[in-house]
T-cell receptor, first 116, second 114 residues
Framework: AQKVTQAQTEISVVEKEDVTLDCVYE???????LFWYKQPPSGELVFLIR??????QNEISGRYSWNFQKSTSSFNFTITASQVVDSAVYFC?????????????FGTGTRLKVLA | DAGVTQSPTHLIKTRGQQVTLRCSPK?????VSWYQQALGQGPQFIFQ???????QRGNFPDRFSGHQFPNYSSELNVNALLLGDSALYLC?????????????FGEGSWLTVV
């Protein structure tokens, strides 16, 4: 069965601090996809990144970076020099092989509060 | 470029009633998925529609049904509403039904059942 665990329920940091959001996943598939979404208070989930299981290169986009490690089944998300606008709930999600299940499995989310 | 749009934004229903939620996919997308997000939880997959057919269903009772129209828009219907159906209902769209395709979400419909 597929599962995504986000053990950190809520994190509070002061503006300009770096913060890492953890994501651990479980799957028996060899081909799978991992995602991060941001959910501000408005409710819409905003897509941040997609990574397939064969691409373990870390990725950086501005202040955001992602560390994918298959050996530990983790796909962690780091925000460098956090800003108040980063305050939101962040979700990690997993989907199966292209020929299999269509659904995304989401973690329970991590609420990030960035204090001015 | 229009994103995913959903209506209504908020609604309040009474137990036992029926509700219909609507979704227009992002421009160029042909696949629509529906998710239910209870307070403090992650979204849970309800079902996906592609080529006007339900392709897969999550662990939801038959009270939850849907439809996709030829223009790719979709409806989610919930019959015999229960208090536990109170949640944010999110519609997501993609191009193609593959699980590897990125799905893009709308702002959701907040349903309160009283």
């Amino acid at each position: 069965a597929q599962k995504v665990t986000q053990a950190q329920t809520e994190i509070s940091v002061v503006e300009k601090e770096d913060v890492t959001l953890d994501c651990v996943y479980e799957t028996r598939d060899t081909t799978y996809y991992l995602f991060w979404y941001k959910q501000p208070p408005s409710g819409e989930l905003v897509f941040l990144i997609r990574r397939n299981s064969f691409d373990e290169q870390n990725e950086i986009s501005g202040r955001y970076s992602w560390n994918f490690q298959k050996s530990t089944s983790s796909f962690n998300f780091t925000i460098t020099a956090s800003q108040v606008v980063d305050s939101a709930v962040y979700f990690c999600a997993l989907s199966g092989p292209p020929s299999g299940t269509y659904k995304y499995i989401f973690g329970t989310g991590t609420r990030l509060k960035v204090l001015a | 470029d229009a994103g995913v749009t959903q209506s209504p934004t908020h609604l309040i229903k009474t137990r036992g009633q029926q509700v219909t939620l609507r979704c227009s996919p992002k421009s160029g997308h042909d696949t629509v998925s529906w998710y239910q997000q209870a307070l403090g939880q992650g979204p849970q997959f309800i079902f996906q529609y592609y080529e006007e057919e339900e392709r897969q269903r999550g662990n939801f009772p038959d009270r939850f049904s849907g439809h996709q129209f030829p223009n790719y828009s979709s409806e989610l219907n919930v019959n015999a509403l229960l208090l536990g159906d109170s949640a944010l209902y999110l519609c997501a769209s993609s191009f193609g039904a593959s699980s590897g395709n990125t799905i893009y979400f709308g702002e959701g419909s907040w349903l309160t059942v009283v």
